[in-house]
């Protein structure tokens, strides 16, 4: 009787184990192929975006947070897309500076914080303020733009120009200002018998700038809700 059982049980373990590994091999099959693909956006890319409020010197507070929206798609290095036009840009202000009586304007300094895709996918990122000129960087197949020089990391909205409008002002080597756009340079000097006051920051809900990023991130690829 013993024997009997034996011999069941032997026939169940060769009929049933191979059934169980095939099962097994089967889902690690599945997982593997569920496993999402990551790519990679490179240091120093730069995204081009607009800005979807008015930030003002006079107004603005360390800590206040803006956003924009992204003008061109993100692709990585072999086209695939990662970032659609319409993603969001959340920004914070890290430093205020009033404009001041000696004629020197404000500026207000800003780093970027997180990527949104309309598919509700959040990514955080680390961002910097730069312009947009080509000048010193490099074209990829897939439009986007790569700076070569960490001195567009040091962009920032300052006042000036003839409309008191915000340029975008990047500090370069040895303390230099450079101010980047048209009608650059803030009003100094004496009017009156008085200082003139500097120009406060004022940048209008549509303005367009660049995103750099200061470290790489990944991204799956890109799909709708």
Request: net charge positive; hydrophobic share 35%; glycine share 14%.
């Amino acid at each position: 009787m013993n024997n009997h059982k034996q011999i069941l049980r032997i026939l169940y373990l060769a009929f049933a184990l191979p059934f169980v590994l095939s099962v097994t091999v089967t889902a690690q099959k599945k997982s593997t192929a569920n496993k999402p693909v990551y790519y990679s956006v490179p240091v120093n890319t730069v995204m081009r975006v607009r800005l979807n409020q008015e930030l003002k010197s006079e107004k603005a507070h360390v800590g206040d947070t803006f956003t924009s929206t992204l003008e061109d798609p993100v692709y990585s290095k072999g086209g695939v897309l990662l970032a659609p036009q319409g993603s969001t840009v959340t920004g914070v202000i890290t430093h205020v500076q009033r404009a001041q009586k000696n004629g020197k304007p404000a500026s207000m300094d800003v780093q970027f914080t997180s990527l949104r895709l309309p598919n509700g996918r959040h990514r955080q990122i680390n961002g910097s303020l730069t312009d947009l000129s080509s000048k010193g960087g490099k074209s990829d197949n897939e439009g986007g733009v790569t700076a070569n020089t960490t001195s567009h990391r040091k962009a920032k909205f300052i006042g000036g120009g003839a409309a008191g409008g915000a340029l975008i002002g990047a500090i370069a080597g040895g303390g230099k200002g450079l101010a980047i756009g048209a009608g650059v340079g803030a009003v100094t000097g004496i009017v009156g018998g008085k200082l003139k006051k500097g120009s406060e920051v004022k940048v209008e809900s549509g303005t367009q700038f660049g995103v750099i990023l200061n470290h790489p991130i990944s991204l799956t690829r890109y799909s709708g809700a």
